[in-house]
């Protein structure tokens, strides 16, 4: 069973600039949810994608979209990035919407 | 919306000793998850305990649920440097899920 997997491991871009994170959900899940974590903070909800469709969405602008894939792997972009935007961002998978949550390794976005 | 408060913020124990952490909520728990993480990586499943009263034990890890008290507790028997890291609890909200601010365990050797 392969667990869930994020590209890339760091990332490093410059104010006003876009980004894309990847994640490939644990096999057989069919709902990804993207948080993002400041430093010291716990993960904050962005988005969740189920069967292809946003399936819930957290305090977050619309700079931040997201997709999902038919074979359930997700993409994560962020437009006009801020230097706020720096964190630890993190995939999760499930099964199905109230399931519990397995997590990538992260991608830790650094905003200059 | 349902906030998650943890404590302690940080604890740093010798190795054998037993600790606790509690996590409190604002609101009624459905479901409560835990999680370990290690400093900048992603986030390991510990467990979930969904009924008030309810124990689970993993390894030298037990985390019980008390839904009067709207909190749930960790605690970890003869800690070693391996239980060391930063901890999480978590709750249903909706589709997603919140969490505490975690607790950052220090074991020494």
């Known amino acids: 069973e392969t667990g869930v997997t994020q590209s890339p491991t760091h990332l490093i871009k410059t104010r006003g600039q876009q980004v894309t994170l990847r994640c490939s959900s644990q096999s057989g899940h069919n709902t990804v949810s993207w948080y993002q974590q400041a430093l010291g903070q716990g993960p904050q909800f962005i988005f969740q994608y189920y069967r292809e469709e946003e399936n819930g969405r957290g305090n977050f602008p619309p700079r931040f979209s997201g997709l999902q894939f038919p074979n359930y792997s997700s993409e994560l972009n962020v437009n006009a990035l801020e230097l706020d935007d720096s964190a630890l961002y993190l995939c999760?998978?499930?099964?199905?919407?109230?399931?519990?949550?397995?997590f990538g390794p992260g991608t830790r976005l650094l905003v200059l | 919306s349902q906030e998650l408060e943890q404590s302690p913020q940080s604890l740093i124990v010798q190795e054998g000793k037993n600790l606790t952490i509690n996590c409190t909520s604002s609101k009624t728990l459905y479901g409560l998850y835990w999680y370990k993480q290690k400093y900048g990586e992603g986030l390991i499943f510990l467990m979930m305990l969904q009924k008030g009263g309810e124990e689970k034990s993993h390894e030298k890890i037990t985390a019980k649920l008390d839904e009067k008290k709207q909190q749930s507790s960790l605690h970890i028997t003869a800690s070693q440097p391996s239980h060391a890291g930063i901890y999480l609890c978590?709750?249903?909200?909706?589709?997603?899920?919140?969490f505490g601010a975690g607790t950052r365990l220090t074991v020494k050797p």
């Open positions: 978590g709750a249903r909200n909706n589709n997603d899920m919140r």
């Open positions: 999760a998978s499930s099964l199905a919407g109230g399931e519990t949550q397995y």
